[in-house]
């Protein structure tokens, strides 16, 4: 049972270049969820999705794209990355009225 | 505009004493709130939880006490050990924010450091 995972852990990027973070879990979350960390900022919610094939904005969602098209895989897309995109990404999962299953996270450095 | 708010960043106890964190917040609409437990390169875990019908929620080492009139909580940790150390999130859940849909609100976080 390996909860959430997250691909890939570290990530080096060039400003303008595109990239993608694959979130898979294997607990039958129908809601998953995309945060990022920054210092000082604690977790802020950038898009969600309540169910395969919705997704839905956050907190701080432009830069970002989603999508679901399986109920176990959400994913994290960023067409032109910018430094502002430096951060530490979390996906997480939850299943009813409960807490959150966090992944372990993905380190973005855009240079 | 910042509804969960922890106001102290960091937090220095000695091992086997009592550790208080503190979040406020500002959102009546606010009806389920939560502390996760986050260590360095690791995702948050959660810790424990309390529903606006309660006042107290206990597990263990870890007392998580609401008071709705002032909009604070606090988590008690007794005793606290090293192994304590660790970022704190306090979170609250907004059920009007779209129904079942509920989106968790996270504060900044509380950096618990535990003495030996």
């Known amino acids: 049972n390996a909860g959430v995972t997250q691909t890939p852990k570290f990530r080096v990027l060039k400003t303008g270049q595109s990239m993608t973070l694959l979130c898979a879990q294997d607990?039958?979350?129908?809601?998953m969820y995309w945060y990022r960390q920054d210092p000082g900022m604690g977790l802020r919610l950038i898009h969600y999705s309540v169910g395969e094939g919705t997704t839905a904005k956050g907190e701080v969602p432009d830069g970002y794209n989603v999508s679901r098209l399986k109920k176990q895989n959400f994913l994290l897309g960023l067409e032109s990355a910018a430094p502002s995109q430096t951060s530490v990404y979390f996906c997480?999962?939850?299943?009813?009225?409960?807490?959150?299953?966090f992944g372990e996270g993905s380190r973005l450095t855009v240079l | 505009d910042q509804q969960v708010k922890q106001n102290s960043p960091s937090l220095s106890v000695q091992e086997g004493r009592i550790s208080i964190l503190n979040c406020d917040y500002t959102n009546s609409m606010f009806d389920y709130f939560l502390w996760y437990k986050k260590y360095p390169a690791e995702g948050p875990t959660f810790l424990i939880s309390?529903?606006?019908?309660?006042d107290k929620n206990e597990d263990g080492r870890f007392t998580v006490f609401l008071n709705k009139s002032a909009k604070h909580l606090s988590l008690h940790i007794v005793p606290s050990q090293p192994g304590d150390s660790a970022v704190y999130f306090c979170?609250?859940?907004?059920?009007?924010?779209?129904?079942?849909?509920?989106?968790?609100?996270f504060g900044k976080g509380t950096l618990l450091t535990v003495n030996p």
């Open positions: 309390i529903s606006s019908i309660k």
């Open positions: 607990m039958n979350h129908e809601y």
């Open positions: 979170a609250a859940a907004d059920p009007y924010s779209g129904g079942s849909n509920y989106k968790l609100t």
């Open positions: 997480a999962g939850r299943q009813g009225y409960g807490e959150l299953f």
